[in-house]
């Protein structure tokens, strides 16, 4: 079992340096001059000089890179060009927001794409197997963006029921006031939660479909029925051969979530990490892109990692691998 985690961490590591260099490469294809958030088109030479040199924008890229790395290593993420205020805070504050919006998507995601799955397995061909799957593919099949705004104007606009932005009362886009675990803030929840989850509901539902399907053709289960054992009884040994799989694709999903949920948290105006990236893309805040999309991406490697070392200790055929 050490081995084997060493393994898997030693995999991790190259992957984590590549994470760094795609995040501080990617944000200069993007067209447009920085500095542009901070200084008018008619600014003199020499003020445009002095503020490349306060952002190290002067220096070779390769230079600007190991600096950027050997300050990301330190937790220095630099200062946001167009607010002027650290990253490290406006990013660790919008990655709880997302996290907060991610991982109930992902309950509501999961739970009904196992039970979804679990039932139309049990049925192929049935009724309840062509309604889970016709849901299924309806939610992989609808944007997340339209459906946001479909609900938004019936549960907020028609119905009056559900706020349509913000994080809780009194919040804003900027920020607003600090999450807290009660019926206030979770009613600005609900609408972005349920719009994001429909996309991981109708993969883990295929996914358990096919799973519980393939596992009950194998010869062990007709064993178990021949040993007499209940449906209940049987269920279990299929669930636990399942359930890597099924761990290995709920771990894929939530970091599709955390780093997917940009135009659902736009529609909502939720303060997270999806809505920072859209205004530093649109501000083309280079400091702040380069550590929004290093948190996101180091957040997907390190939730890979934890999916590797989990599935091991559910199922101990996989320490062989």
């Not at 016709?134 to 339209?146: D, E, K, Q, T």
């Not at 991406?297 to 055929?317: E, G, S, T, Y």
């Amino acid at each position: 079992m050490f081995a084997y985690l060493l393994r898997r961490l030693l995999y991790t590591l190259p992957i984590a340096l590549g994470v760094t260099l795609l995040s501080f490469l990617l944000v200069y294809l993007a067209p447009g001059d920085p500095l542009n958030a901070i200084a008018p088109a008619d600014a003199p030479a020499e003020v445009v000089s002095a503020l490349k040199s306060a952002y190290g924008l002067d220096k070779p890229m390769p230079v600007q890179y190991g600096l950027w790395l050997l300050r990301a290593v330190q937790g220095d993420l630099g200062v946001s060009i167009a607010s002027g205020r650290a990253v490290r805070s406006e990013v660790l504050s919008a990655v709880k927001n997302t996290l907060i919006l991610a991982a109930f998507a992902a309950l509501l995601g999961m739970v009904a794409g196992v039970v979804l799955g679990a039932i139309a397995g049990n049925h192929i061909g049935g009724v309840a197997d062509r309604f889970a799957s016709g849901l299924s593919v309806l939610g992989v099949s609808i944007p997340h963006y339209w459906l946001g705004l479909v609900l938004t104007i019936v549960f907020s606009v028609w119905l009056d029921w559900l706020p349509a932005m913000g994080a809780g009362p009194g919040s804003s886009a900027a920020g607003g006031n600090a999450w807290a675990w009660d019926w206030a803030h979770f009613r600005h929840l609900i609408l972005p939660g349920v719009t994001l989850c429909v996309i991981p509901m109708g993969i883990v539902t295929r996914t358990v479909r096919a799973l519980v399907a393939e596992t009950l053709q194998q010869e062990f289960v007709t064993a178990l029925w021949a040993r007499g054992l209940g449906r209940l009884a049987v269920f279990r040994h299929v669930a636990k051969n399942a359930l890597p799989t099924i761990l290995a694709v709920a771990g894929l999903q939530l970091g599709y979530l955390m780093g997917g949920s940009i135009l659902v948290e736009t529609v909502f105006a939720w303060p997270g990490t999806g809505f920072l990236l859209n205004t530093a893309i649109f501000q083309r805040d280079i400091p702040l892109l380069q550590g929004t999309i290093l948190m996101l991406c180091m957040f997907f490697v390190a939730l890979n990692l934890l999916v590797d070392v989990l599935q091991p200790l559910i199922d101990p055929r996989m320490r062989r691998v």
